[in-house]
């Protein structure tokens, strides 16, 4: 079946510093990239949604400048937490879609982002 | 924008018990809706959708849930839990318009099932 990867699986970053979170399809073409966050004890959350060679669309409430999504094949999608506070700290999870409207959508297994 | 309910966090069952897991959903207009599980470990799948007709619908495992409109509900169901079922289930709803883009998601049920 498809399969989507994430990597890292797990961070540690300092206070200011940047992360950079990959989300891949590795079986099928993505042309629509999902990126949750999910904290503890509290359902995930959508922050964006990613088209292939477009600009993500982000929910209310969810900083585009510091969180960038960069979506440049159809295969790779990537999260960067710029300036990471320990209020980032959360499970981030992303999820990718082939071609069809309502294809299914295939998820990674989560990053779990810890700042200190 | 759409919200989703999931009671009782934590279920603990022995094997051949039935399984309930409710959902309630608030949106003011036509939804899509769904169950995820996640098994230990491992990335969300999808167990079933409901996009339109027979409002009890039909997943893997053995898994089936209903759509009650009236009540804002789509309780997922299955009559005799295996301890391979151990896992946690997510409920989630995307306004129609959307299909399956636009989940908003439950907290989650963990279910654990006791051999």
């Known amino acids: 079946g498809a399969v989507v990867s994430q990597h890292p699986s797990w961070v540690i970053c300092k206070s200011g510093t940047s992360v950079k979170i990959e989300c891949r399809s590795l079986d099928f073409q993505a042309t629509t990239m999902f990126w949750y966050r999910q904290f503890p004890k509290q359902s995930l959350m959508l922050m964006a949604t990613?088209?292939?060679?477009?600009?993500?669309?982000?929910e209310q409430g969810v900083e585009k400048d510091k969180f960038l999504i960069n979506h440049a094949s159809l295969t790779l999608s990537t999260l960067t937490v710029t300036s990471a506070h320990p209020e980032d700290s959360s499970f981030y999870i992303c999820s990718a879609r082939g071609t069809g409207y309502n294809s299914p959508l295939h998820f990674g297994n989560g990053t779990r982002l810890t700042v200190t | 924008a759409q919200s989703v309910s999931q009671h009782n966090h934590h279920v603990i069952l022995s094997e051949a018990a039935s399984l309930e897991l409710g959902c309630n959903y608030s949106y003011g207009g036509t939804v899509n809706l769904f169950w995820y599980v996640q098994y230990p470990g491992q990335h969300l799948q999808l167990l079933l959708k409901?996009?339109?007709?027979?409002?009890l619908v039909k997943g893997i495992k053995g898994f089936e849930a209903e759509f009650i409109k009236s009540k804002f509900s789509f309780n997922l169901r299955k009559p005799s839990v295996q301890w391979s079922d151990t896992a946690e289930y997510f409920c989630?709803?995307?306004?129609?318009?959307?299909?399956?883009?636009?989940?908003?998601f439950g907290k989650g049920n963990q279910v654990v099932v006791i051999p």
């Open positions: 409901y996009f339109s007709g027979d409002p």
């Open positions: 990613s088209n292939e060679g477009s600009k993500a669309t982000y």
């Open positions: 989630a709803v995307s306004p129609e318009r959307y299909g399956n883009n636009r989940l908003a």
